[in-house]
């Protein structure tokens, strides 16, 4: 069984190879037998000897990743630096004062200089390959712009894709959010709250819809995460949990996922994830939003119908007129996602303008044209983990810390004091109760609240509750102190929730993370817990045999 890799770890230019190797090595795989004419040809390609590329072959088959095809490096760990600090303050100041200048200076001439200011300090002056190691972790493009100009590094760097035009199924599928024009209301109270984000995705080829995921919650690297688990997971479990009767055949790992240039596309984790699963990342020229066009018609498309929807703020001012989106709002969040569920199938069902075909047609024959078939994650648990938020912790005695919170499981009682190095951490925003540990030997671990009787909660609801000690002039040292503060907040904004509109919308919030982070739970979770039992149904005494009773005065 090969192990996984920590892709956060992996050096820039051993993954640049190991990605090139995916998009050679995945046309190989599509056929049960490639001959030998396409193996030299690969071998080419890629540069390796038959016997590496059988081995990359076999590696691959078994996890049909890009993470499988790295190098497997003997000795110190990347990333590692094994200079003494002093030598590693005199590299770093030359590299920033010296080499990453106008004068282009050799690495040859770098190394005089760092040989100089070593004398001078009576520090060891470090070889070559050490100088070439630390050049190599320079972002290309950063020392491209310091030692050749800005439109050097732009015109070497920036990505000109052109005019995009898919020919067949997830060849190409474009993401894009949008503020969505009506107003929903809470499910308590049916008072208004406010208008919701949606996250939108379209195959190019077909114009199929291929996932989206609706929101409180302002666009951030989560909302993207979750539309791409839904634009790629098969969509008959999600359209069943919103009990919607059709047929929604937009599924797999695209080819390439197309979007702008918004903080939330260009995190690290997004851009490991996509190419773990030879999804290559294309983002949008800026300043050119014409690139992105298919998914704006889309969201003008569905915009459309929205209006139509009561509590609709339109498009603008003037086109609301005297309309008093307030006053009429009607839907919860639950029950928009359910209608734009419905409203999809309907579109994938009408002839499309530019296609002269429902786009459901148009779904087929771009499947046809297809040169292999569409790619399924090998392990739906990895998947759903990989486009999760992560971070990096020491495993303490007291267990691992995040967020000001702390978790526990056993298993951490024998890496404590013994693993010396940080290991990662995923965690779901929507519900902090349990995180995802990748430990020593590779595996991912669920840990709980050290706590086991703490609540769950949101990552906005902790950090208001933060804000709100730190506001008192409070360290935030004392875990008791958060949840002593988030419960007596959550009973604040359960009283008052008939009462304001701004608190009975921290409610619907909160529950609607709580709500969805239950449904989309990893396969992966503790095996063996308890199963939560609901309250008791109410008793009907008037089918209870009542006896008559002696009255005394």
């Known amino acids: 069984m090969v192990r996984e890799v920590d892709k956060s770890t992996v050096d820039a230019a051993a993954w640049k190879e190991a990605v090139a190797r995916e998009a050679v090595i995945r046309k190989l795989t599509s056929t049960d037998r490639p001959g030998r004419s396409d193996v030299l040809r690969a071998c080419r390609e890629l540069g390796l000897r038959r016997t590496r590329l059988y081995e990359l072959l076999k590696a691959y088959r078994e996890r049909p990743v890009t993470s499988s095809l790295l190098n497997r490096v003997r000795g110190t760990r990347p990333g590692v630096r094994r200079l003494p600090q002093d030598a590693e303050a005199v590299v770093a100041e030359a590299l920033q004062g010296f080499y990453e200048t106008r004068q282009k200076p050799s690495v040859s001439e770098l190394q005089r200089e760092v040989g100089r200011l070593c004398r001078v300090r009576g520090v060891t002056a470090p070889g ?33 894709p052109g005019e995009y035009v898919a020919e067949s199924a997830y060849e190409v599928v474009q993401i894009d959010h949008t503020l969505v024009d009506v107003i929903v209301v809470d499910r308590a109270s049916r008072q208004p ?7 939108l995705a379209i195959d190019v080829a077909s114009r199929m819809v291929a996932g989206f995921y609706l929101t409180l919650e302002p666009p951030s690297t989560t909302s993207v995460a979750l539309a791409i688990q839904n634009l790629v997971l098969p969509k008959h479990a999600y359209l069943a949990r919103l009990g919607v009767e059709g047929e929604w055949s937009a599924a797999g790992l695209p080819d390439a996922i197309h979007v702008d240039n918004g ?50 703020t339109f498009s603008d001012i003037e086109a609301r007129g005297d309309y008093d989106s307030l006053a009429n709002s009607a839907m919860t969040l639950d029950e928009l996602e359910r209608w734009l569920a419905l409203e999809i199938l309907r579109y994938h069902a009408v002839r499309h303008g530019s296609l002269g075909i429902p786009p459901s047609a148009a779904w087929g024959e771009a499947v046809a044209r297809r040169a292999s078939p569409l790619r399924q994650p090998y392990d739906l ?12 912790r020491i495993v303490r005695r007291s267990g691992v810390h995040l967020n000001g919170l702390r978790y526990w499981d056993d298993v951490l009682s024998v890496w404590a004091g013994r693993v010396d190095r940080p290991l990662r951490v995923a965690y779901d925003p929507r519900d902090l ?50 949840f002593d503060t988030i419960e007596r907040q959550r009973a604040l904004v359960e009283e008052a929730s008939r009462r304001t509109k701004e608190v009975r919308r921290l409610l619907e919030r909160r529950e609607r993370a709580l709500d969805g982070a239950a449904s989309c739970a990893l396969p992966g979770a503790l095996e063996g817990e308890a199963t939560s039992i609901g309250d008791d149904p109410p008793i009907d005494f008037s089918k209870i045999e009542l006896f008559p ?5």
């Open 128 to 160: 070559w390959h050490a100088l070439r190691a630390r050049i190599n972790a320079i972002d290309p493009a950063e020392l491209t712009k310091a030692r050749d100009g800005a439109k050097a590094a732009r015109d070497r760097f920036r990505a000109v």
């Open 433 to 482: 109760s349990k995180v995802f540990l990748r430990g020593p030997d590779d595996d991912w671990r669920p840990l709980r609240f050290a706590n086991i009787c703490r609540p769950p909660i949101t990552l906005w609801e902790l950090r208001r509750a933060q804000a709100t000690l730190k506001e008192r002039g409070l360290k935030l040292v004392d875990e008791q102190l958060v």
């Open 381 to 392: 648990e990895a998947f759903t983990r990989d486009f999760l938020p992560s971070v990096e």
């Open 193 to 199: 709250l406010q208008r919701p984000w949606l996250t």
């Open 549 to 553: 009773v002696e009255e005394w005065s």
């Open 263 to 312: 903080k939330d596309f260009c995190s690290r984790a997004l851009q490991r994830g996509a190419e773990e699963y030879g999804i290559a990342l294309i983002h949008r020229p800026v300043a050119t939003p014409h690139y992105g066009g298919h998914i704006e018609r889309l969201i003008g498309t569905m915009m459309g119908a929205v209006h139509l929807l009561p509590g609709t």
